[in-house]
């Protein structure tokens, strides 16, 4: 970690420490660095070197044995002529298109139905929170049951409309749909309280003076409510993306749902590189998809703090 | 939104009315899915596709059967030894990284907070490769240590416990260093005492997420004498893929322990949720 001198020397300049001040500063700072040392350590080890191997390993050819060769741009050919890497990439862009927006709107849209403290509200967010309680694999398994082939509870309300052999997971079209629909419905209750956290911040002097005024509740929604939720919109689309980009949530449901299929409709980005690096040993090329996963999330949250200028907003 | 200026008093009645039951029948829908794990858990196996849901026969054969014939227990005990770990060891290192990153002076604070603050957008998926690679190299593979210390480090919990050591009033800190209190004991006698209900909520969230946790230990150890519940599932499910009342009865087991906990601390759970989003 670096050590910032200019904070060091206005330090000194602004008390002209005496000797005894300066053992005591020297104490603290000796304190200071060993309270975040094992943090400091840790995050360094597990998240940033990962980070930076993550860039780099791609150039090299990782057995499954752990040893490496120089290969240059060799896996990144590899990459730009294997059609199955195209298709993974295509099916995680659909994927962060359907769900990014769907969640927000969903979040949102139930933030808004509970907004008002009372008891019946409070066991309604209670009721759309609980999904988060359950690991994404124990979801995977109860929508794979729900979602089964003619004797599964969807099949039958389908065909109790007349519309039979609706395949949710077994139909190319639809698996990833599907996939898509259970994290919205996974994941809703958690923005639904960072919306609530949002709106609950928006003064209500607003809306009581928008009332007087003779604003419908539409206008209030517009012109008060969306405006004044910016930072809360920024922080979810942006923690939203990453997730989606990443997979996090969609790796568990689709190892355990689908495993990328049928016919590699569900496999997005990580479920590839994950083949290839566990199934394959392939290390080298998965961690070279990874690095372009890398470069997608930090170009797509650049542009996102470029757009909003890093989640501020001059309305105020 | 007050919507009583626009309607009379009566019609307001009944347009939220329709909203509550709106939101009602949306609200059990969502819960449907998790309470229908829970009534097949309790089915025989040939009740298990019929859609009453109360069981006509219920029985606990499904829950005997997985505890007794899948080493369940074992994945139990390996999930509950790990999530604790883990829990313990992060609300220690993030609390005195926290105190110190709100509280002390020293030089690169505001950068290495920032430091610690950027890697809160790398998510696990994308890393996992050459974290593997990492692990697997200081021979930590099919082992508890690496199941553990690759969970503790994360900048949320860091961020939020430095969040709300800086809105403590400094008096009691002061009072204590003036004492000539060492900043060791300052840590453990002032500023952990004080700090109990955010490392309350904090404990529960991190047990849970651990509790919950998939791609990392699927990972790591091959080995089943370490897996956790999530990956046993996971397995159980390729294994036993008909029969779905056991495999139920199974997803009841695991998401059982964390459902109660939710009934119990609901309101700290989503309160701190509710505060996450607030930067």
């Known amino acids: 970690m670096s050590v910032d001198t200019s904070s060091m020397t206005v330090a000194a300049a602004r008390t002209r420490p005496r000797r005894r001040m300066s053992d005591a500063r020297t104490r603290e700072w000796i304190a200071a660095y060993l309270f975040i040392l094992p943090d400091t ?10 980070m930076l191997f993550a860039l780099i390993i791609g150039v090299f050819d990782v ?7 120089f290969v240059g741009l060799a896996n990144y050919r590899r990459m730009a002529a294997d059609p199955l890497f195209w298709h993974c990439l295509r099916v995680t862009a659909i994927y962060v298109v359907l769900l990014v927006p769907s969640l927000y709107v969903a979040g949102l849209g139930l933030a808004l139905l509970v907004q008002r403290t009372n008891r019946f509200n409070a066991v309604m967010r209670s009721m759309f929170f609980a999904p988060q309680m359950v690991s994404l694999v124990v979801i995977a398994v109860i929508w794979q049951f729900l979602s089964a082939d003619k004797i599964g509870l969807f099949a039958r309300i389908f065909s109790f409309f007349g519309i039979s052999g609706v395949s949710l997971l077994g139909n190319p079209s639809l698996a990833l749909i599907t996939t898509v629909f259970v994290t919205v419905w996974f994941l809703m209750g958690f923005y639904m309280m960072i919306f ?16 007087i005024d003779g604003a419908a509740p539409r206008q209030q929604f517009w012109h008060i409510t969306m405006p004044l939720l910016r930072p809360t919109s920024f922080f979810v689309l942006l923690v939203s993306l990453v997730a989606a980009v990443a997979g996090s949530q969609a790796f568990d449901l689709i190892y355990v749902m689908t495993r990328g299929g049928p016919a590699n409709a569900t496999s997005v980005m990580i479920t590839y590189i994950y083949q290839q690096a566990f199934q394959y040993s392939a290390f080298g090329y998965a961690a070279a998809m990874s690095s372009i996963l890398v470069i997608v999330l930090m170009l797509l949250t650049g542009l996102l703090f470029f757009l909003t200028r890093g989640g501020r907003f001059d309305y105020e | ?15 939220r009315g329709v909203w509550m039951a709106v939101t009602l029948v949306l609200a059990l829908m969502t819960i449907f899915p998790l309470v229908y794990m829970v009534s097949i858990a309790f089915k025989g196996q040939t009740e298990v596709f ?31 030894f790990v999530s604790v770990v883990v829990t313990v060891l992060a609300l220690w290192f993030h609390t005195m990284a926290g105190y110190a990153l709100a509280r002390l002076r020293f030089p690169g604070r505001e950068t290495i907070f920032l ?10 998926p994308v890393i996992i490769v050459p974290l593997f690679i990492l692990v697997r190299w200081m021979g930590m593979l099919n082992t508890y240590a690496g199941l553990i210390v690759p969970a503790i480090f994360n900048a949320f919990g860091i961020f939020l416990l430095r969040q709300y050591y800086l809105s403590l009033p400094r008096e009691l800190e002061e009072a204590a260093l003036i004492d000539g209190a060492g900043y060791w004991r300052i840590y453990w006698s002032v500023i952990l005492p004080l700090s109990r209900p955010i490392v309350a909520s904090l404990a529960i969230l991190f047990f849970l997420a651990n509790w919950n946790s998939f791609l990392w230990p699927l990972t790591v150890a091959s080995d089943s004498s370490l897996w956790v519940v999530q990956v046993g599932i996971a397995n159980f499910k390729s294994q036993y893929s008909a029969s779905w009342n056991y495999i139920m009865a199974a997803s009841t087991i695991v998401a059982a322990p964390m459902l109660v906990i939710f009934v119990i601390f609901q309101r700290q759970i989503m309160e701190s949720i509710k505060t996450s989003g607030l930067k």
């Open chain 1, 41 to 50: 350590v840790g995050l360094i080890l597990f998240v940033g070197l990962p």
């Open chain 1, 196 to 211: 609530l956290g949002g709106l609950q911040d928006i003064p209500r002097q607003y809306y009581e003076a928008a009332t």
């Open chain 1, 63 to 69: 057995n499954g044995f752990g040893s490496f060769a």
């Open chain 2, 115 to 124: 430091a610690i603050f950027s890697t809160f957008l790398v998510s696990l």
């Open chain 2, 1 to 15: 939104m007050n919507s009583s200026v626009f309607f009379a008093p009566r019609q307001a009645t009944i347009v």
């Open chain 2, 50 to 80: 019929s859609p009453n849901l109360v069981p006509k026969a219920p029985t606990f054969g499904n829950v005997i059967y997985v505890l007794t014939e899948v080493p369940f227990l074992r994945y139990l005990a390996n999930t509950f």
